[in-house]
């Protein structure tokens, strides 16, 4: 089955830093992942979304690279800021449409 | 805010109780789905409507029913549920049609206790 993993562990930061998140997958190949922002008690914002035939994705700060051989995902924000602190999580689209899975999340603390 | 409203924020319920949940979005999208999300777990999709058809029921329990009256709306019923399905709900709409690009606009969700 589609298996999506990220650093379950907590990232924690210095103000000012580039944090990079990863996010690796098995058993797919999908068309586009995208990645979301959740604070607690909040439903996940989205972010960013970066197709299969894409390297690299920029917006502001944000930098999502897409490796379709390694099955992998990286998520970067620089300049790394407090309010940048919250759980990041990775999705993948199961392809038909419709059918968006996440994974389970990395939280980050960027300590001022 | 995403433009997609769920109501209530916060719901706790016993064993026999029958409540329904609701989603309202007001960003002229097609599809819409149900995500649970239960602590330190993967957000888990439920259910998906594109167009008020229903295309995805992701094995879930009986005990959890959707309805969709049209684009802008979709509620879950809940009816004899177990403490295990407490957690965080989540409704979520997209753009729908081909099912291309999906990205997701999601609520702020309903906090589910099941005593």
């Known amino acids: 089955s589609q298996k999506i993993e990220q650093n379950s562990e907590a990232l924690n930061i210095q103000e000012g830093k580039t944090a990079t998140l990863t996010c690796n997958y098995t058993?797919?190949?999908?068309?586009?992942l995208q990645w979301y922002r959740q604070d607690p008690g909040r439903g996940p914002v989205f972010l960013l979304l970066?197709?299969?035939?894409?390297k690299e994705k920029r917006k502001e700060r944000l930098k999502v690279t897409f490796d379709t051989t390694l099955k992998q995902s990286l998520f970067h924000i620089t300049a790394s800021q407090p309010a940048d602190s919250a759980t990041y999580l990775c999705?993948?689209?199961?392809?038909?449409?419709?059918?968006?899975?996440f994974g389970a999340g990395t939280r980050l603390f960027v300590k001022a | 805010e995403t433009g997609v409203t769920q109501t209530p924020r916060h719901l706790v319920m016993g064993m026999t109780n029958k409540k329904s949940l609701k989603c309202e979005q007001h960003?002229?999208?097609?599809?819409m789905y149900w995500y649970k999300q239960s602590a330190k777990k993967p957000l888990e999709l439920m259910f998906v409507?594109?167009?008020?058809?229903?295309?995805e029921n992701n094995s879930v329990p009986s005990r959890f029913s959707p309805e969709c009256p049209n684009s802008s709306h979709l509620f879950l019923h809940l009816h004899t549920l177990q403490p295990e399905d407490s957690a965080l709900y989540l409704c979520?709409?997209?753009?729908?049609?081909?099912?291309?690009?999906?990205?997701?606009?999601f609520g702020s969700g309903t906090q589910l206790s099941v005593l």
């Open positions: 058993n797919y190949s999908p068309a586009y």
């Open positions: 979520a709409s997209s753009q729908g049609g081909a099912g291309v690009d999906e990205k997701l606009f």
């Open positions: 999705a993948l689209d199961l392809g038909g449409g419709f059918k968006t899975i």
């Open positions: 409507y594109n167009f008020k058809e229903q295309t």
């Open positions: 960003l002229g999208h097609n599809a």
């Open positions: 970066i197709r299969e035939n894409e």
